[in-house]
C-alpha cells in the first residue's frame, strides 16, 4: 500500500511548503515517510526554494501554486494523494482541492488557516501584519509608490518567531535558503470560488503547541470554524513542525492515513 506497486493503491504523501520556505524544508519529513514505506514529494511553489522565479514577480495565486497543480496532474490515478499544506501553504492545498478534487484523498492542515473554497480567509497566519517593519523585510518589485510584492522576517526574528524549538542547525540552513514570500499572491486565497466537491474530501488539522507566529487560540478558531475530521496537537513544536518534532509529525500523518477506505 506504501511503494509503488504499479495498479496497486499508493499512499503518496505531497508536502507543500509555507511563506518564504521551499521544498528543502521538508527533508526530515520525507525521510521519515519514506523509511515507513510511503511516497514522499516536496515541491517548491513559484519563487520559492530552486524555482528561478522573482519572487517579487509573483502576484497571481494560481502563478505561485503552478508547480503544485502540474505536480498532481501528472500523478497517476493509483496514487492515492494525502497534501499536506503548512502555514500559508493552507491556501495553497485548498486551491488544489478546489481543481483536483478527485485526485486527492487527504488534505491535512499544519498549523495552518484551513481555507473554505468560497469563504474569506483569516489571511495568511505566517505573515502577521506587513507594517511591522521592526519584523519583516518589505520588498516593493514594483517602486516604493506601488503596494508590497514580496516580505521576509528579519533574520533576528527568525529564532524567537519561527524556529524557537528547533535544532540551530535547522535555523542556520532556513538562514541561507528562505526567499521572500510574494505578498499578494498569497491573498488570491480569499477569491477562491465555491467548490462542494473539495469540501467532501477529508481534512485533518495539525496543531503545534509552542507556536509564537500563530497562536494555539488562533488555530482552534479555525478547527471551530471548519471541525476537521481528525485533530492532533504537537505539544512541543513551533511554527515549523518539520524541524522541531519530525519524528512525532510523521507519526501523526500516519496515524491519520490509518483511516483511509482505499
Not at 503544485?68 to 499544506?85: A, C, E, Q, T, Y
Not at 519584523?135 to 516604493?144: F, L, R, S
Request: aromatic share 10%.
Amino acid at each position: 500500500m506504501g511503494g509503488d506497486g504499479g495498479g496497486d493503491s499508493v499512499i503518496h504523501f505531497v508536502l507543500v511548503h509555507g511563506a518564504s520556505h521551499g521544498s528543502w524544508c521538508w527533508y526530515k519529513l520525507i525521510t521519515l515517510l519514506v523509511s515507513a514505506g510511503f511516497k514522499a514529494t516536496s515541491v517548491d511553489l513559484t519563487g520559492a526554494g530552486i524555482n528561478l522565479a522573482d519572487p517579487n514577480s509573483v502576484f497571481d495565486f494560481d502563478h505561485y501554486n503552478r508547480p503544485l497543480f502540474s505536480l498532481l496532474s501528472d500523478l497517476p490515478p493509483h496514487h492515492k494523494i494525502i497534501l499536506v499544506g503548512h502555514s500559508a501553504g493552507g491556501g495553497s492545498i485548498t486551491a488544489a482541492l478546489c481543481k483536483f478534487p478527485d485526485k486527492i484523498s487527504m488534505a491535512v492542515y499544519l498549523a495552518a488557516d484551513m481555507v473554505q473554497p468560497g469563504s474569506t480567509s483569516s489571511s495568511n497566519s505566517s505573515i502577521k501584519s506587513v507594517g511591522e517593519e521592526d519584523i519583516w523585510e518589505i520588498t516593493y518589485g514594483e517602486g516604493p509608490d506601488k503596494p508590497p510584492t514580496g516580505v521576509l522576517m528579519k533574520e533576528e526574528f527568525r529564532h524567537q518567531h519561527y524556529y524557537s524549538q528547533s535544532p540551530l542547525e535547522d535555523v542556520t540552513l532556513a538562514s541561507k535558503l528562505l526567499r521572500p514570500a510574494p505578498v499578494r499572491a498569497l491573498l488570491g486565497v480569499d477569491k477562491l470560488p465555491p467548490n462542494p466537491k473539495a469540501e467532501q474530501v477529508p481534512r485533518v488539522y495539525i496543531k503545534t503547541g509552542k507556536d509564537n507566529i500563530v497562536s494555539s487560540l488562533r488555530q482552534d478558531r479555525f478547527v471551530e470554524k471548519g471541525p476537521p475530521s481528525q485533530f492532533y496537537t504537537l505539544e512541543e513544536s513551533d511554527h515549523c513542525p518539520f524541524f522541531s518534532v519530525p519524528t512525532t509529525l510523521s507519526a501523526y500523518l500516519l496515524r491519520a492515513v490509518s483511516f483511509l477506505k482505499l
